[in-house]
C-alpha cells in the first residue's frame, strides 16, 4: 500500500506561485509513474500533469502548459507540482496519485491522495 499526503495549497493572488507536495509512505514511489489531478467545484476532476518513472517523460495539460512544471525526488519519497503564473481558473483541489511503472493521463490510479485547495483570487 502507498499512502499520498499532499501538501503547500492555499489562497494566492492572480500571477503568484505555489509549490504542491506530494509525500508518500508504506512504499517508495521509485517503481510509479505520478500525476496530478485537479477538480474545481462542479467539475469532474481532470488531468493536469503526469510524470513517469525515472522522471524521464513529463505531460501537462494543455491549460497549464508552460506555466506549471512536475518533477520528482525518489530520494524524499516527493513529488512536487510548481504552479507559476496562477489564474482563477487554478482554483481547484489537486490530487496526487501513483499508478505502477506506466503513465498515463487518465484514470484510473493506483493510488489517491486526500487533496489539497488552490484558491487563485483575481
Known amino acids: 500500500q502507498v499512502q499520498l499526503a499532499e501538501s503547500g495549497g492555499g489562497l494566492v493572488q492572480a500571477g503568484g506561485s505555489l509549490r504542491l507536495s506530494c509525500a508518500a509512505s508504506?512504499?517508495?514511489?521509485?517503481?510509479?509513474?505520478m500525476a496530478w489531478f485537479r477538480q474545481a467545484p462542479g467539475e469532474e476532476r481532470g488531468f493536469v500533469s503526469v510524470i513517469s518513472v525515472n522522471g524521464g517523460l513529463t505531460m501537462y495539460a494543455d491549460p497549464v502548459k508552460g506555466r506549471f512544471t512536475i518533477s520528482r525526488d525518489d530520494a524524499k519519497n516527493t513529488v512536487y507540482l510548481q504552479m507559476n503564473s496562477l489564474k482563477p481558473e487554478d482554483t481547484a483541489v489537486y490530487y496526487c496519485?501513483?499508478?505502477?511503472?506506466?503513465?498515463?493521463?487518465?484514470?484510473?490510479?493506483?493510488?489517491w491522495g486526500q487533496g489539497t485547495q488552490v484558491t487563485v483570487s483575481a
Open positions: 508504506g512504499r517508495s514511489l521509485s517503481s510509479y509513474a
Open positions: 496519485a501513483a499508478r505502477r511503472l506506466v503513465p498515463r493521463i487518465t484514470e484510473p490510479y493506483d493510488y
